[in-house]
């Protein structure tokens, strides 16, 4: 299941104008205003070692500052059902190696490495009760625990934040109201309506986003986001309601299941036409799985209902 959560934020701060978004609304004032106006630049993943295990979704990158030179910014998301105790020193653990690597690209000599900013978001159905640095760990007093360093990271926790704040950039509050609810009750109709307000249309992000919802938010169906998307985007329903319509597809293929293709083309009418007649219904479901396919691709541009079985003999 984690790997769905990674997919979704992995596109959503892969695009540098939105890491850029996310990055600056997250990372405390002063530090910001440090960073210069570009956007990031992602680096490649290799500067992580595989052995470290870093989640998918984990990105590194680099920062132009405002005084020159540039800083390493370091993106994971923790979505256990819990906070994870050890994250202080996987975060350390991965900041070193970071390091290790940066200087033996640079060979012999003085060592000068790059500041690493590590954050952390979190969006687990818990409040986070991790310390954010490896020294607030240290079974030791406060002057001792200040020898080593903070040692920190940054910890964005979705959770606290109110929904309209979580970013100035309207994809990236879309997709974070998506992380921020996965596991928390929430009303599923005014969440839709709050992520399609937000979202800019006709994007791959947008298509990516619109699959995760579905995955992950089962009390979504074909009314409920064709009502919705009537309501904040009437000029794209029939396209998000077969956007969906087409993971509801696929995931009765991953299945196996012939009931679930053929609930799926029976969503996909619903929300185009109306109430579908039980006669039709019948037809559709007594369809052979091998013309799922092709009788949903027929319900995408049929024009009225009697055109999905026109001309086909009756059985």
């Not at 990105?59 to 105790?85: C, N, Q, T």
Request: glycine share 8%.
């Amino acid at each position: 299941m984690s790997a769905i959560h990674d997919s979704l934020f992995r596109a959503l701060i892969d695009d540098p104008v939105r890491a850029g978004a996310l990055i600056r609304d997250f990372l405390p004032p002063d530090i910001a205003a440090r960073l210069a106006d570009g956007p990031p630049t992602l680096l490649d993943g290799t500067f992580v070692d595989p052995e470290l295990n870093p989640s998918q979704s984990d990105r590194l990158f680099s920062v132009a500052l405002r005084a020159g030179g540039f800083a390493l910014l370091y993106i994971l998301i923790e979505h256990k059902g819990f906070p994870d105790p050890f994250t202080p020193i996987q975060v350390l653990r991965y900041r070193a190696e970071i390091w290790r690597r940066f200087a033996e690209a640079a060979g012999r000599g003085r060592l000068r490495l790059p500041p690493i900013i590590p954050m952390v978001f979190y969006h687990g159905r818990g409040p986070w009760n991790v310390p954010t640095s490896v020294t607030a760990c240290l079974d030791a007093d406060e002057d001792l625990k200040q020898v080593p360093g903070d040692m920190g990271y940054i910890l964005c926790d979705l959770g606290p934040i109110p929904d309209a704040e979580l970013s100035s950039d309207g994809d990236v509050r879309a997709g974070l109201l998506a992380l921020k609810h996965v596991f928390r009750p929430s009303d599923p109709e005014a969440l839709l309506g709050e992520i399609l307000s937000a979202l800019r249309g006709g994007t791959t992000f947008e298509e990516q986003l619109i699959r995760y919802m579905i995955l992950m938010y089962p009390a979504i169906t074909a009314d409920l986001l064709s009502r919705v998307a009537r309501r904040v985007n009437p000029d794209r329903e029939g396209e998000l309601v077969s956007l969906a319509a087409q993971e509801w597809l696929r995931q009765g293929e991953e299945k196996g299941f012939a009931k679930g293709k053929a609930d799926t083309i029976l969503m996909f009418l619903e929300s185009r036409f109306g109430p579908v007649p039980p006669g039709l219904e019948d037809r559709v479901r007594r369809t052979e799985p091998e013309e799922m396919d092709r009788l949903f691709r027929r319900a995408m541009t049929a024009a009225s209902l009697d055109e999905l079985f026109a001309g086909e003999p009756r059985h």
